[in-house]
């Protein structure tokens, strides 16, 4: 009798790791805003709904990548989201696996612009942003990217910083006003440098335009729509633009890590998160834009989010290659033309 309560002592002490041990768990790298709606959202729904685990891991982008590329010849992370360009860097390091679209039940549901940003099938879009030009409507008329650096508003204008998000993709869109079409950016740099005694400031942070425009030392600014609100506050008659050239943006997109033994798992989580319920959610909490275009959401909503199918259509981003082979280049060249 005591050998045998010992062995079912032992068996109960063992039972507990044996079921963590069966436990299916997930790691995912992801942006560290919202954490707290994601979590309610998105996380915590699908391990209910999985029977799973979800191990987040939190960061900025340098830093994720740093951390797979440390780790690729055994994954600690299954699937990420990151930048368009990031992801294409993530598959010339040979750190991402091609995906397998015929098994999100939500991938037709997707605007053509998310399904293969980068065109070799290794990410899908979930969420996207537009950069355009919020400006004194009773002050000034924007019908082009140009007239940022007409005589008679230059001199109330802000301009991002080349090292931020908005700067490249405002420079692109004023270079194709310009009729210049070039990922090296040197017309648009050039057309800054020109003038970049009259412009108010060259700003890194959005936050610090709101207060500039409301004390009215800027009429004007590019910036993404993730910044909309704020202006819609203040008791100025502020307006996004619509340039004739169209509006630029960024996307982010989900990737899967090559070698992660958890592949089925991470689809069926991407495909949990491209749900119009779950994308739903996250564009009414103003978290995300949905790139999936079956979502509906509330005019207040839909007035801070990059929404809609025209929005969409419209949107011309830089594409991946061009941002990542010439970086450095940007980097010099603004250096060197406008020296902030």
């Known amino acids: 009798m005591k050998h045998a309560l010992i062995a079912s002592a032992a068996l109960l002490a063992l039972t507990p790791v044996a079921a963590s041990a069966q436990e299916k768990t997930l790691t995912i790298s992801v942006y560290a805003f919202a954490q707290d709606d994601f979590k309610s959202i998105v996380?915590?729904?699908f391990e209910a709904k999985c029977g799973c685990k979800l191990v987040v891991e939190t960061g900025n982008s340098v830093e994720r990548l740093a951390k797979m590329e440390?780790?690729?010849a055994n994954p600690v992370v299954d699937m990420a989201v990151v930048s368009m360009a990031d992801a294409l860097s993530a598959t010339r390091k040979d750190l991402i696996d091609k995906i397998d679209t015929s098994k999100l039940t939500n991938f037709d549901k997707l605007y053509d612009l998310a399904k293969d940003?980068?065109?070799?099938?290794m990410s899908v879009g979930y969420?996207?942003?537009?950069?355009s030009i919020a400006y004194r409507s009773d002050k000034m008329k924007i019908e082009s990217w140009a007239d940022l650096l007409k005589p008679k508003y230059v001199g109330h204008?802000?301009?991002p910083n080349v090292t931020t998000n908005q700067g490249p993709p405002a420079l692109y869109m004023l270079g194709l006003a310009l009729g210049q079409d070039n990922?090296?950016?040197k017309a648009p740099i050039a057309a800054v440098g020109e003038k970049k005694d009259d412009i108010v400031t060259f700003y890194e942070k959005s936050s610090q335009l709101v207060q500039l425009m409301q004390q009215e030392e800027i009429w004007a600014a590019p910036i993404g729509r993730f910044s909309w609100a704020g202006f819609t506050k203040l008791d100025v008659p502020v307006a996004w633009a619509t340039p004739k050239e169209g509006q630029t943006g960024g996307m982010n997109v989900m990737v899967m890590t090559k070698g992660s033994k958890n592949q089925d798992l991470a689809l069926q989580f991407m495909d949990f998160w491209l749900s119009t319920e779950t994308q739903t959610k996250l564009a009414e909490k103003l978290v995300d834009s949905p790139a999936n275009s079956q979502v509906k959401?509330?005019?207040?909503?839909?007035?801070n989010l990059t929404y809609g199918e025209d929005t969409v259509r419209n949107l011309k981003l830089i594409p991946s290659a061009a941002a990542l082979d010439n970086r450095a280049g940007w980097l010099k060249e603004w250096n060197d033309t406008v020296g902030q």
């Open 127 to 131: 969420t996207f942003y537009a950069t």
């Open 43 to 45: 996380y915590a729904p």
């Open 297 to 303: 959401v509330s005019d207040e909503a839909a007035n």
């Open 117 to 121: 940003p980068n065109g070799d099938g």
């Open 183 to 185: 990922p090296d950016l």
């Open 70 to 72: 440390a780790n690729k």
């Open 157 to 159: 204008v802000a301009f």
